[in-house]
């Protein structure tokens, strides 16, 4: 389960160090074995565990190609994705492009989102935060999906 978030500094090769506390996360049969790929809607990139992505991969590859909407998420997210590995520091490497496209400097944060973490630029994240307590949350409006859950 990846959860939480981690201030994380990317060094002159472009590596991040994996935070102790996220490393078990993303261990997963295949030791060290990771994914990365951009986000289809945020400037951030996706870092899956292998076994993860296959389970995403294998959706997005049975659905219908002639969708012009599901063409461009499969392009976004399988034609971004790139295998990773941790190494014995802990430390990824981040792909150029990927972090040229999600404007990673040398400050990122690592976000978990349960099945996967969210990898942003400090500063937009930090942004993208602020800006989510900005919206009130309109609570007689929830998805049918949320109407159970207690929080």
Not at 70 to 97: F, Y
Request: hydrophobic letters at 40%.
């Amino acid at each position: 389960m990846s959860r939480g978030s981690s201030h994380i500094s990317v060094d002159a090769k472009g590596r991040v160090s994996i935070p102790t506390k996220h490393r078990h996360a993303l261990s997963s049969s295949e030791e060290s074995a990771l994914v990365v790929t951009i986000s289809a809607t945020d400037r951030c990139l996706l870092l899956y565990t292998a076994d993860a992505w296959v389970d995403v991969e294998t959706k997005l590859v049975s659905l219908p190609t002639l969708n012009p909407q599901i063409r461009k998420l499969k392009r976004m997210l399988i034609g971004h994705a790139d295998d990773v590995a941790m190494d014995s520091s802990g430390r990824v490497l981040l792909p150029s492009a990927l972090r040229e496209f999600a404007n990673i400097g040398k400050k990122a944060v690592l976000v978990g989102q349960g099945d996967k973490f969210e990898i942003w630029d400090e500063a937009q994240w930090v942004a993208e935060r602020d800006s989510m307590y900005e919206v009130e949350l309109d609570e007689a409006n929830l998805p049918e999906e949320l109407a159970s859950l207690a929080f």
